[in-house]
């Protein structure tokens, strides 16, 4: 009897403690948010794939206007403004689209934020990127990202009480 319930106890305890971390990572809105304006200098040094694929449950297609800055614990960011491009059917529902950008280069990935203007609406499932000298980093969403604010996962601080 013992055993059982010593089971049950730990079993609640890794299920508890599952549920507590991906309320953590959950995308998150961040109106304190800023491109780091300062870190241009090795501006165009490393290149990164960024892969980011539309979810099945999004508009069939946007013309939102749609911006994305990643980076590491050590300040090192990229930024790339304005990555939509309506007229090549960037973004439509169920895809997935690729795109080659330049920065900084990067420790490990650790948040990313997505900016959206417009009013169609986009609800990307997850977004993938992948550096030089750095682990791919995938960030999932599976949300509508809000319009005029950065909105995504920053695994950075993972003990942050912010949600």
């Not at 794939?49 to 539309?54: C, G, P, R, S, Y």
């Amino acid at each position: 009897m013992t055993k059982a319930v010593c089971l049950v106890a730990l079993f609640a305890l890794i299920f508890v403690s599952s549920e507590s971390r991906s309320i953590i990572q959950k995308p998150q809105l961040n109106p304190n948010f800023k491109i780091n304006t300062t870190n241009h200098k090795n501006a165009r040094t490393c290149s990164f794939t960024v892969e980011i694929t539309t979810s099945c449950s999004s508009t069939q297609y946007t013309r939102d206007q749609i911006s994305l800055a990643f980076g590491d614990a050590y300040g090192n960011q990229v930024y790339a403004p304005r990555i939509d491009d309506p007229s090549t059917r960037t973004f439509e529902r169920c895809s997935s689209d690729t795109f080659e950008i330049y920065g900084p280069c990067t420790y490990q990935i650790c948040y990313l934020y997505l900016y959206r203007s417009g009013y169609d609406g986009w609800m990307p499932e997850r977004v993938d990127v992948y550096g030089y000298n750095t682990r791919a980093a995938s960030f999932v969403f599976n949300v509508w990202i809000p319009a005029n604010v950065w909105y995504g996962p920053d695994y950075c601080y993972p003990y942050s009480t912010t949600v």
